[in-house]
């Protein structure tokens, strides 16, 4: 998933992203609250982690803007504030979650998963059709019980795509949903990674298939 992690402290904010890059996720980093709001503004993320005490605005002011916008994107909130009233202020202004630091990286992992999870309306970690399973915390696709080898990128894209099935999807919005800021990547990249994915896909019923002009959309084919 695409991740925006807002944090001032430049230590943990390196520490989470190369914790959640290497479970497979896209992560930008930005340490001020006032760029972070105009972030928001237009791009579009999965999931964001959000720091109550930052410079330029505070954490609550971002979520706060983010949700009178109609900006519904889920968010963490992952603060040192550990007082009652600070749980109350962080969940009514619209966090989905409130973790109190230090975290141990494993539960963060696992709560940033859950919240995407019940956005999405997905019941457990696990997608299954037909003969196909993937394990969204496992990172892992199977067919009968065989494993698929799948690079990082490629497994991004299936997550995507299982979680907006039957949606269209243009090139750039898949670019934008699996590459960060950093990375830059050309649309030519997205192509490839996406003809490689459908390669490995042949033998289940996801199908990801080229809508001529307007992008790519995945189904789950019949029997």
């Known amino acids: 998933m695409r ?50 005490h930052l410079p330029g605005l505070s954490g609550f002011d971002v979520l706060s ?16 504030r550990s007082e009652v009233d600070d749980r109350v202020t962080g969940l009514d202004v619209g966090a989905d979650d409130y973790m109190v630091k230090p975290v141990d990286f494993r539960e963060l992992a696992a ?23 993937f394990d969204r915390s496992a990172r892992r696709a199977s067919i009968e019980d065989r494993d698929l080898e799948l ?14 099935l039957d949606r269209v ?15 830059a990547p050309s649309l030519n990249a997205v192509e490839q990674t996406l003809t490689r994915l459908r390669r490995k896909l042949t033998d289940t019923p996801v199908r990801i298939r080229t809508i001529r002009g307007l992008g790519y959309i995945a189904s789950i084919a019949d029997g």
Do not use: W
Request: with cysteine; glycine share 6%; hydrophobic share 45%.
């Open 3 to 52: 991740i925006l992690l807002v944090e001032d402290t430049a230590e943990l904010a390196e520490s989470i992203r190369e914790r959640l890059t290497a479970e497979g996720h896209a992560v930008d980093v930005e340490g001020d609250g006032s760029s972070a709001d105009s972030l928001l503004t237009h791009a579009v993320f999965d999931l964001v982690i959000l720091d109550v």
């Open 169 to 183: 999807m243009t090139k750039e919005e898949v670019a934008d949903r699996i590459y960060t800021f950093d990375e």
């Open 65 to 80: 803007r983010m949700r009178v916008r109609g900006n519904t994107t889920p968010v963490l909130i992952l603060t040192a």
């Open 111 to 133: 709560r940033c998963r859950a919240i995407v999870r019940r956005r999405s309306g997905a019941a457990s970690n696990r997608f299954s059709a037909g003969n196909f399973v």
């Open 151 to 164: 690079r990082p990128r490629e497994i991004q894209a299936l997550e995507l795509f299982l979680a907006n």
